[in-house]
């Protein structure tokens, strides 16, 4: 079958033209190394008291010791825009594949670092220094993966298909956050308190390292993207700093997807990793029963981002980001309501509500086509990681002080997201006509 390149890059297809066996062999290895990575950036955080315990002075308060570690999480979160607009720029100039090996090399290294890293007692202050600067290549490194990894599924199916392809690969990295807090439940349910504050803290980030060895053995399988060699062939490639292009003639594109990872941010910040304590301190509702809701979830949530990102291939992102985010804010409202009142349906509701919470499935897809293929790694890098900087970082602030005279203010945050995301999805509805139908 003849390559096409359309005027955005991607490849042209007969009709009907269905995924390869080598469509569905990278999808399954860039959803796998990209949720191993997502892992390793998020498993931090669930062994955050024991890491302020040992990585800072014993006579430090508490509540000082705490902001410290969780300010060194948060560096992670500032590294990434820096990371992903490098590689980004290289992506765009040297190869997606490249760069989607360095970004798990650049994981993989300083979370095996950190399982291993001495502690206060040992080295004194360099234990939280070198604390931080691995934080800082995590974060450097998620910053190129995620876009990266959009980019480069997204250029190896056909165009029919980049939906699906982008839901598959999103809810892969959803799937890291399941996999970090099930190993979290497995080490604390494998050792006493104790024994996690000895050595068992460091299991979860030594697996986390042997995992992304792994993953990056498997990405020597994978190809460089059909898109980006036929550019490359043709002499099409940059011919100037990409990002330079990028905010001198996409200003529009770097807008839309910027809201939409505001979006993105506010449904997986509010509904996935604050609902559980959130539920905690409001309800009086156990840590278990959250945990366990919590994980309902996100499993949901996964199989979501495959489902509306092949909806979105039929129907047009949209339409589908329509429909999606008006239930998204619906039943995130209902679900905190009735947990008000009592936990019977809780599972069930918070399933319901990650299910729709993986309308975040149809951002990528949508962000990805925004950008012409010359520049899409540098476009879509920037806008998406400077984004979820700000809007990632804030979200929680803002809710929570919301919380001072709204008890109900997270499903009121999300609900007022979800009109954003209606009003993005009556503009892409619009404005891509092509997307209308199939």
Not at 4 to 31: F, H, N, P, W
Not at 152 to 158: I, K, L, N
Not at 250 to 275: G, N
Request: net charge positive; hydrophobic share 55%.
């Amino acid at each position: 079958m003849r390559l096409i390149v359309d005027e955005r890059g991607y490849k042209g297809e007969v009709k009907m033209q269905r995924l390869s066996g080598q469509d569905y062999k990278t999808l399954v290895l860039a959803a796998l190394g990209g949720a191993l990575e997502f892992y390793d950036f998020i498993i931090y955080v669930f062994f955050a008291v024991a890491i302020g315990k040992l990585f800072f002075p014993a006579e430090m308060p508490e509540w000082l010791r705490l902001i410290q570690t969780f300010g060194i999480f948060a560096a992670g979160y500032l590294a990434r825009p820096l990371g992903g607009i490098v590689m980004a720029h290289f992506g765009d100039l040297l190869g997606r594949k490249r760069m989607f090996m360095l970004s798990i090399i650049l994981m993989t290294v300083p979370t095996l670092a950190i399982g291993l890293l001495p502690t206060y007692v040992v080295i004194g202050i360099w234990a939280p220094i070198l604390l931080l600067l691995f934080r800082v290549l995590q974060g450097a490194a998620i910053g190129g993966e995620v876009p990266g990894a959009w980019v480069f599924v997204a250029e190896h199916v056909p165009k029919r298909h980049v939906g699906f392809a982008c839901g598959v690969l999103t809810a892969g990295l959803t799937g890291g956050i399941l996999l970090g807090s099930m190993v979290a439940m497995a080490v604390n349910k494998a050792y006493t308190p104790a024994e996690v504050l000895a050595e068992g803290w460091r299991v979860p980030f030594i697996i986390g390292g042997v995992f992304g060895f792994v993953s990056f053995w498997l990405r020597l399988w994978l190809h460089e993207t059909p898109v980006f060699k036929e550019m490359e062939a043709k002499q099409q490639l940059a011919d100037e700093m990409p990002l330079k292009k990028v905010l001198r003639e996409h200003r529009a594109p770097i807008v839309l997807t910027m809201l939409m990872t505001w979006l993105l941010s506010a449904a997986i910040v509010v509904m996935i990793l604050m609902t559980p304590a959130l539920f905690q301190k409001l309800y009086a509702i156990s840590a278990s029963t959250t945990l366990l809701a919590n994980s309902i979830a996100i499993l949901a949530l996964s199989v979501g981002c495959v489902v509306f990102g092949a909806l979105a291939d039929r129907y047009g992102p949209g339409r589908v980001m329509v429909g999606a985010c008006i239930m998204l804010g619906i039943s995130s409202m209902v679900l905190y309501q009735q947990v008000s009142v009592s936990t019977e349906y809780i599972n069930l509701l918070y399933a319901f509500c990650g299910f729709f919470v993986g309308v975040i499935g149809v951002v990528p897809s949508a962000a990805v086509n925004s950008f012409p293929a010359m520049i899409r790694f540098s476009g879509l890098s920037f806008s998406y990681n400077v984004a979820y900087a700000i809007f990632g970082g804030l979200t929680p602030v803002i809710v929570t002080m919301m919380l001072a005279f709204d008890r109900m203010a997270a499903p009121h945050y999300v609900a007022g997201m979800s009109v954003l995301g209606v009003l993005i999805g009556v503009y892409l509805w619009r404005n891509n006509p092509a997307h209308q139908t199939h």
